[in-house]
């Protein structure tokens, strides 16, 4: 019982797509394969050994189409790859080698707005009778005199002026742009822009072979005082993707309460579930479960389950807009492996950031002086090896918090069994080999231990008993009642756990599986 349980190691994959563990992947931070210092597909497609090994079966790429921002989030041709990661044909052999390693590929689609340097905004800003002005969304000096400022903010953006005068021009019209006036708002009430987006998701589905999209500002398609045209506008795009790709996958962005996510899913049955990222990462800080997890989870997924029976929850701690995990945890790597069972183990594709295995580091609330803006420290380049020994490791920036000091290289992890890097492998492993894990229900266990959260998952008939110590000290709980069938370990996070008759010893910052 002193061993840590690897029953799992030759058990086959039950994780079938759409389930599965995912990855989210800033190309440019990734892996470098022509020796420039930024990430690119040749580099992408040497690693994907290493995340076939990790476990993950779909992988999720921030913007890859040219775009005169780091980030891409600004598109300026919705056609080709940007050349900072390669071209169109290297893209084409990372989906082939993906494919073939089971691997998926969803790829950001931002259709909200462009670029201000794609041509259709370069021409509409010509005036009125520019054959792309309607693309874009224009509104007179007296029109939008009480709406320039928005007085609200968002999770997404803290930009208060919604409408941007061209080139200084208060005069004559101003366009909208939710962000700021380098991405201005495509108008999608327009159909020509509407057919513009049908014919881009053809490219990238049918010729390029990507697996789906992830759809970026989803609630933002139309103003807010438009929500259910938002909503709307998602039903149908969801049915013209199925009509070019029948098993398209989406999964949405609305970075928002529950009550204002929900009216989505019935256009995207998969959004990002933020509230459960703040939710884990609380629970993880503080070593008690003192919001009750998992009633919060079940609450939100039956509300959501309510309102279509797809729903099917796209789960993550962090995201590339938010502080890194292990720094919101003040650095202590028992609080994130607790937070990153507590991901694996509840139901969900769950999504990982890149380089949160690894426990890279990064404070999006730092003062930033560099021309990259706070999001860049939580976009840093992944630490492969020491003194970039490794060929392909980044250095498109100087990176401010994830070094090769302060974050143990993945070279170093990786035959290390102690290691953060070890502890995914074979978390996500045994999710793999459980089709309680990956894709049951979730029930209450009736322990109600403040430092254990535990649950039990169902698939049919089989079920688990999951219990994570999420606390700094030794707990032991009782397996009575209904729990008494539950009497052999699957796995366990640490050694020093002990079931004796109805009583399990949980080791400090500890997770155990039983059947
Ligand atoms: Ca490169």
């Not at 259709?111 to 794609?118: E, R, V």
């Not at 099917?312 to 995990?325: C, E, G």
């Not at 302060?406 to 170093?412: I, K, N, Q």
Request: net charge negative.
């Amino acid at each position: 019982m002193a061993l840590s349980s690897c029953k799992t190691e030759e058990q086959p994959n039950v994780a079938q797509w759409p389930y599965g563990v995912k990855y989210e992947i800033f190309v440019m931070s990734f892996a470098d394969g022509d020796g420039n210092g930024k990430g690119d597909f040749k580099g992408l497609t040497a690693k994907l050994d290493y995340l076939k090994d990790l476990g993950i079966n779909g992988i999720w790429l921030m913007p890859i189409m040219p775009s005169d921002t780091y980030h891409k989030y600004h598109v300026t041709d919705y056609k080709n790859i940007d050349p900072d990661y390669g071209s169109l044909g290297d893209f084409k052999i990372f989906i082939d080698e993906a494919h073939k390693r089971g691997i998926k590929v969803i790829t950001d689609f931002v259709i909200n707005h462009t670029g201000n340097l794609h041509p259709w905004f370069i021409d509409a800003q010509k005036g009125p009778n520019s054959a792309y002005r309607d693309y874009y969304v224009w509104g007179k000096k007296d029109s939008i005199r009480n709406q320039i400022y928005k007085k609200a903010v968002s999770f997404d953006s803290d930009n208060i002026r919604k409408w941007h005068p061209v080139n200084g021009d208060t005069v004559s019209e101003q366009y909208y742009g939710y962000f700021n006036g380098l991405c201005p708002d495509l108008n999608l009430d327009n159909p020509k822009v509407k057919d513009e987006i049908l014919d881009i998701a053809k490219f990238w589905l049918n010729e390029v072979k990507v697996d789906g999209f992830r759809m970026d500002a989803a609630r933002h398609i139309f103003m807010d005082e438009r929500a259910s045209d938002n909503h709307a506008f998602w039903v149908w795009f969801r049915q013209e993707m199925e009509k070019i790709k029948p098993d398209v996958y989406l999964v949405g962005e609305v970075w928002s309460d529950s009550k204002t996510v929900a009216p989505y899913l019935k256009g995207l049955p998969s959004l990002f579930n933020f509230d459960l990222g703040y939710a884990i990462t609380n629970v993880a800080y503080s070593g008690k479960d003192t919001i009750g997890l998992v009633k919060k989870y079940k609450d939100i997924s039956d509300y959501y389950k309510s309102i279509t029976t797809e729903y099917l929850d796209a789960t993550f701690i962090k995201n590339h807009d938010q502080t890194r995990l292990l720094t919101e945890l003040k650095g202590d790597q028992n609080k994130a492996r607790m937070a990153a069972a507590l991901l694996l183990t509840l139901p969900g594709t769950p999504y990982l950031y890149y380089g949160e295995e690894i426990g890279m580091v990064g404070d999006k609330l730092k003062t930033y002086e560099d021309f990259f803006g706070p999001d860049a420290y939580v976009r840093e380049p992944f630490i492969w090896d020491t003194d970039k020994k490794d060929p392909m490791q980044t250095s498109w920036e100087k990176p401010e918090f994830s070094t090769d000091k302060s974050v143990t290289p993945e070279t170093t992890q990786r035959n290390d069994p102690a290691s953060l890097l070890s502890f995914y492998r074979k978390l996500i492993r045994y999710r793999n080999s459980s089709q309680p894990l990956t894709q049951g229900s979730i029930d209450y266990s009736g322990i109600a231990v403040a430092e254990v959260v535990s649950f039990k998952r169902k698939f049919e008939a089989k079920e688990e008993l999951v219990l994570h110590n999420v606390s700094d000290v030794e707990v032991t709980v009782k397996l009575n009642g209904d729990n008494e069938k539950f009497n052999d370990v699957q796995y366990a996070s640490k050694e020093g756990y002990q079931l004796n008759g109805e009583e399990l010893k949980l080791p400090a910052y500890s997770t155990i599986i039983l059947r």
